[in-house]
């Protein structure tokens, strides 16, 4: 009898054990890059010691709780689960940390994005893990809550369990207090902290009804006469960031197709400077970069852009339309109203409607570059008799997940037939599905369609005169830039017109495709930049001051 008892109690305390680490690993997991899977290195949690010492009071003073108690403090757990899951998460895969008062929004978008590329069996699998998973949690959890409550029914268990809390407790405060406290073992930060986190930001949002001081512009003096009677394309790469100089395995499969960018450039008489740029966003929220460069005013947060939108100020737009030019906007990622336009001051806005492509789609936008750019061509630039034109042009093709990418076409006038493409490069492109665990082949493939791409077009116009501004409007996710990765996206202007390109370079920027580190400045500090090499008005050093640009300049 003794003997089965004996045998009892270590199945107990094992049980106990097991919950214990259940409980522990559920709010110290980290994530496991470059993936959304998670792995768990043994830290401590804090919440939970105190969760066993209030259990033990509660115990002692009111007896063990009720199934509906223990029921309430399993989903409670869960919660902080998914704080935790957020938390640890959303830096790994974005850059950044979550921001629920802004993040939440975009949601719906990303669903719907994501359905356009999955398939039907991925869709599914994907609903049906996000009814599972958290049924499952929570059974664990209130399996595991329901053990420790057992315990705390039986003297020795319950001192155990006091002791351990109270010096985890005692640990983690030794820690916080003085660097010197043995830093062994660790403890995860708190997940109550992300939620005051988030009850703080939420509180500003709503305290401050998102109003926000913006900073005066730079001054739009420029003259422009460098680049007078040109075509001047702005063009944003999607997600075109430092990681595909950076990181070695893109940038040694990128070699090829930049050194034929580069053969392109030179073949139809160009040149072509670089730099970096530090960019508002990261990961996300293109719309930032476009804001802060056209305005000169930097938006790092949608609260910022929202304010921006409601003012009249000058941009980019409408300092090209005071010297005469016919302002355009093509947007194939465009499917809605856009009444952001209205502030940049466009003459005209192409939208996916507008465009007309008849042709196969590919990715989350569905209309490849290569045919943007070709119906740009037919729409605006192939027109005789007409004045100068600035474009504005958002890439899609190198957005995330990056696949599949559509075949490039030599022939450019086959790009606006409802047939571009030979069907065995249709079904070829199809079949690549995104690998959702490794985004980085996917990437570069993108990047060097772009590439290709901006060259055949090149080559198409080698007879006009036109300056083009390559910039990526942010890097890509942090599953593909890596852990801890910078905000510095290229930029390139191409153009034929040497005293633009001689005075980029004297405020930093390299000969060639290849930037060099560190950035010249800031995404909105290089509109001055722009207007500068654009222009041959001088600018004082006081104007230059007055920008906050970090840049070199000769006068």
Sequence with gaps: MTGESNQSGRWRWAALAAALVVLDASLTFNNLWPTPGVSWRGDLSVELAACVLAMALASRWFGPPSRAVLGFVAALWVLLVVGRYGEVTAPALYGHQINLYWDVRQVSAVAAMLVRVASVWTICLTLAAAALIPFLLYAALRWALGRVSDAMGRLRERRALVLVASVAVLWFVGQRLDHRFPGVPRFSTPVTETYARQARLLAG?????????????????????????????????????????????????????????????????????????????????????????????????????????????????????????????????????????????????????????????????????????????????????????????????????????????????????????????????????????????????????????????????????????????????????????????????????????????????????SPEHPAVTRMHQLLPVLLDAFGERERSAQAVFQTGSRVRWRD
Excluded: C
């Excluded at 609260?303 to 409601?310: A, E, F, K, P, R």
């Excluded at 593909?480 to 390109?501: C, E, F």
């Design 205 to 513: 949002e709503v305290t401050s009804h998102g109003a926000v001081t913006l900073a005066p512009g730079p001054s739009f003096d420029s003259d422009l006469a460098r680049v007078r009677g040109a075509d001047v394309f702005l063009i944003f790469v999607e997600s075109y960031g430092a990681v595909s100089f950076d990181r070695p395995e893109f940038a040694e499969r990128l070699v090829a197709s930049r050194a034929r960018f580069d053969a392109d450039i030179r073949a139809t008489g160009r040149e072509v400077v670089s730099a970096y740029v530090e960019s508002p966003t990261f990961g996300g929220g293109s719309w930032l970069a476009h804001v802060s460069l056209m305005s000169g005013v930097e938006a790092r947060d949608e609260d910022t852009n929202v304010q921006l939108m409601m003012q009249k100020r000058d941009t980019l737009v409408t300092a090209f339309a005071r010297h005469g030019y016919r302002t355009v906007a093509i947007m194939p990622g465009l499917q809605n109203p856009w009444p952001e336009g209205d502030f940049y001051g466009f003459d005209d806005i192409y939208g996916n409607s507008r465009l007309e492509y008849h042709g196969p789609p590919f990715g989350w936008w569905r209309i490849p570059d290569q045919f943007t750019m070709a119906r740009l061509d037919a729409l605006e630039v192939a027109r005789p008799s007409r004045a100068p034109v600035f474009v504005f042009f958002p890439t899609t093709g190198t957005h995330t997940p990056f696949t599949p990418t559509a075949p490039y076409q030599p022939d450019w006038a086959r790009m606006l037939t409802k047939r571009p493409y030979d069907q065995a490069d249709v079904v070829r492109a199809w079949d690549e599905v995104p690998d959702w665990l490794n985004l980085g082949p996917g990437y570069v493939q993108a990047l060097s369609y772009a590439y290709t791409s901006l060259g055949g077009y090149l080559h198409l116009r080698a007879d006009r005169d036109f300056i083009m501004i390559l910039i990526g409007d942010h890097q890509p996710p942090a599953a593909v830039s890596g852990k801890g990765a910078p905000w510095d996206v290229p930029v390139h202007v191409i153009a034929s017109r040497k005293q633009t390109l001689e005075r980029l370079r004297a405020h930093g920027f390299h000969s060639g495709l």
